[in-house]
């Protein structure tokens, strides 16, 4: 870095940083490139350099060199992020040459207008950046990273020119990996969208012929799209759903040969087996502009058909047979599926379960596969004892294992990966066996992810609030930072009631955990669950739910810090009152608000004012809080014995304070204690509460006299 000087920092982010830089005693004051990389460790540097070693040997074999000058490794903390100096201060530096003119801008220039791109040009542009990537392929190095803005024109002849080949080394990290911005990540191949541990198996050659259909669908489309970046939004959209392309295809027929558009889908198959390879390509182009016939071979032609389509056996040995073939396996997923609604006792073969978890484990990078192969085995343990019990099983659990650990970003699956593990922590050994395996691990760096979307939040709340039950699980969730967690998802999900409710499930049995409180006290947490019980005073189930958590943190605070209740303790007994108002004839909500009232009261004078000050609106006339209460008696008088006790509860609070006394008088509270202390005599909360608190309105009233 010190032979050169920085002129401009280009882009950034945690993966790279771009500098445009010119060499120091260069007189031509020659403008380069520094893309500064960082590396995990020294030995993932070292991997990176030999990479970069081996494709620089092979562009110097070409006739026109690519970009790349140097390369070099270098130490540096000082523009490290906060967060990696502690594991990563090694660097990776690419030099290269600098030119002005990319294919992005090209484009760029097309959308703007909405222009559309001439087949024949397109067609120049795809063949010319084939000859460019020909040798590597021929050595079978890929590129790894082709998009508009790495293919530059220069010279007079406004030659195309590769820049940026990707070092495989970098894609395999994990962590590096899961920071780069969705930018970067467009035109990626759809089997590098998981962060997998490792990626050797993934064919990097047919990465690059991925990358050339997203440049192919970005010419085809500039007519349509106003920007290159709407452009990328659609691109990474059809990672998902190639379905997406037919959206525009009636269109693009009446402007496009139906050989370009068929090449288009091809490339962009999500399976790697369909797209052709860079000297089909090669030859397939070729023959376009020559006007002859194009024909890519047809990756289905040497496949037998299925023998039987009624056999559940013989799906299955289609599957076994053709299982390197994903698109093969899925057509198989989806009849064994079918078959399963349309014949539900159907004879399946017991280790078939076992045998599609195997397949699922082998495809982690294909959505589809995987989403019809769980959908297969949810349906055989609903059909089958026996398959319910294989759900138990060591190999079963470590397949989900595997699947998690992927950080798959779909979320279509993940439901029943969830339903499957709430299944298996119904069986102790089953789940003593997920804990062993790390299993709690492997949720908590899940959840980070998967309590943050819609379709995932509540069966992994649900699944999470079922494990803590567990005290190791609980503490560990407690370090990992759960409160935090949770807490930004209740925020970030407030207007969504399933969610609420099933993450204040997830508190209850934190709450009593010392090293909980303060994490509570840090988030504001307390002040959080008032607001949500303001919101959704209506809704039993969050009611009921914030008022344990309040009442269970309340109790387990031994030195009672000012700092917690200050925030929240007269607007949560505000908040309880409405709650008691608007949910008058709900057995559980006049329980629990009642008890956390009094627990409230007992602890703070001011809460105990606040209830009896507390001024609501019933049909346009003032109602206080005892009147509240009073209502609440006369409804649910005739209730189990359980809602009196939850109410003498309350009332034996105010009892201490002598001004409550006195109102407790006024609205005639000693009729209704006096008939309650001698009907619920066999109860001995009810009995001791009705005696204590009408000693003390005695005492008033003698005072009073």
Known sequence: ????????????????????????????????????????????????????????????????????KSFFIMWDKSICSQEAVQEASIFICIIR??????????????????????????????????????????????????????????????????????????????????????????????ELRFEQKDKAGVCWLKVDIWCLGSILMSFLLTSFMDTLKDMKAFVLKTKIDECLLNYFWDKLEQMYSGNLLSLAKRMLSQYTEERPTLIELKEYLSKMSCTEEPVLPDMREDFEPIENEDSFSDLLNYVSKYSEHSKCVIECLIKLNKLLVTT??????????????????????????????????????????????????????????????????????????????????????????????????????????????????????????????????????????????????????????????????????????????????????????????????????IVKNCCIILRDVLNSISIYDDGILELTETRAVSAMVGVLYSNTESIDVVIECCTTLAALCNMSKDCTYMFLSEKLEDQGKPIYGLQVLMNIYDIHKNSPS???????????????????????????????????????????????YGQQILKRLNKIEDILK
């Open 1 to 68: 870095m010190e032979c050169y000087k920085i002129i401009e920092e280009l882009s950034s982010c945690r993966f790279s940083t771009t500098f445009l830089v010119t060499k120091k005693g260069d007189f031509t004051n020659k403008k380069l490139i520094l893309k500064k990389i960082e590396c995990k460790d020294e030995s993932h540097a070292n991997r990176a350099y030999h990479e970069l070693l081996q494709q620089k040997l092979h562009q110097e074999t070409m006739e026109e060199k690519v970009a790349t």
């Open 344 to 541: 539900p006792d159907i004879e399946v073969p017991v280790d078939s379960q076992s045998f599609i978890w195997e397949l699922l484990c082998q495809n982690l990078d294909n959505a589809q596969l995987l989403t019809e192969g769980l959908h297969l085995i949810e349906k055989l343990t609903s059909i089958s004892n026996d398959h319910l019990q294989n759900i138990f099983s060591e190999s079963t659990i470590d397949a989900i294992l595997t699947i998690m650990e992927c950080q798959l970003k779909e979320t279509v699956f993940l439901t029943v990966i969830y339903s499957f593990l709430m299944i298996i922590l119904t069986s102790e050994s089953a789940n003593n066996y997920f804990n062993t395996k790390g299993g709690m691990t492997t949720l908590l760096n899940r959840l980070p992810k998967d309590l943050t979307d819609d379709t995932t939040v509540s069966s992994a709340a649900m699944t999470l609030s079922n494990l803590i039950v567990n005290p190791s699980n609980a503490k560990a969730a407690l370090e990992y930072g759960i409160i935090k967690i949770l807490y930004e998802n209740l925020q970030f999900h407030f207007n969504y009631q399933g969610a609420v409710a099933e993450l204040l499930a997830v508190f209850i049995p934190l709450a009593t955990y010392e090293s909980a409180i303060f994490q509570f006290n840090q988030c504001q947490l307390l002040t959080l669950f008032v607001n949500i019980m303001n919101t959704y005073c209506s809704n039993d189930a």
């Open 97 to 190: 040459n600098y030119f002005e003119t990319s294919l992005a801008f090209v484009a760029d220039s097309f959308h703007m207008i909405k222009k559309p791109m001439e087949e024949q040009t397109i067609i120049n542009y795809l063949s010319e950046i084939v000859e460019l990537l020909e040798p590597f392929h021929n050595e079978n190095i890929a590129h790894r990273s082709i998009q508009l803005s790495n293919i530059f024109k220069y010279g007079a002849e406004n030659k195309l020119l590769l820049v940026d080949f990707g070092i495989s080394s970098f894609l395999i990290n994990r962590k590096r990996f899961s920071t780069l911005k969705d930018g970067d990540l467009v035109w990626l191949a759809p």
């Open 642 to 688: 359980s809602v009196i006790a939850a109410i003498f509860s309350l009332l034996y609070a105010f009892s201490e304070y002598d001004e409550a006394c006195k109102d407790l008088i006024s609205y005639e509270y000693e009729p209704m204690l006096k008939y309650c202390t001698a009907y619920f005599n066999y109860n001995e909360r009810i009995s001791f």
